[in-house]
Nanobody
């Protein structure tokens, strides 16, 4: 089992950048596919990005492709989400999620993931 704790959220102006971090407990973080999701007020939680256990495969939602970058450091048990060229519509609570699996497949739906963090708020002002 793994516990996930996000950090790095905040208030930023449109066009700005943030880097979110998700720290995982446990010794088997490198076994996990990791994902980022977000949920805006009154909306469903939606997929943002995913990275497989080896960081050899990444996949993004069309709405963030070219602006956001997911990465991981297995030695630090941490997955990151770099957010660039932020827009007001990126405002949401951002959640990281994990699933223990060795695979190059993409996992981009909520039921794909077994573990979730508590979320970190990102607010983009216009």
């Amino acid at each position: 089992q793994v516990q996930l704790v996000e950090s790095g959220g905040g208030l930023v102006q449109a066009g700005g950048s943030l880097r979110l971090s998700c720290a995982a407990s446990g010794r088997t973080f490198s076994d996990y596919a990791m994902g980022w999701f977000r949920q805006a007020p009154g909306k469903e939680r939606e997929f943002v990005a995913t990275i497989n256990w080896s960081a050899g495969s990444t996949y993004y939602a069309d709405s963030v492709k070219g602006r956001f970058t997911i990465s991981r450091d297995n030695a630090k048990n941490t997955v990151y989400l770099q957010l660039n060229s932020l827009k007001p519509e990126d405002t949401a609570v951002y959640y990281c999620a994990g699933r223990r699996i060795y695979s190059s497949r993409y996992f981009y739906t909520k039921p794909d993931y077994d573990y979730w963090g508590q979320g970190t708020q990102v607010t983009v002002s216009s």
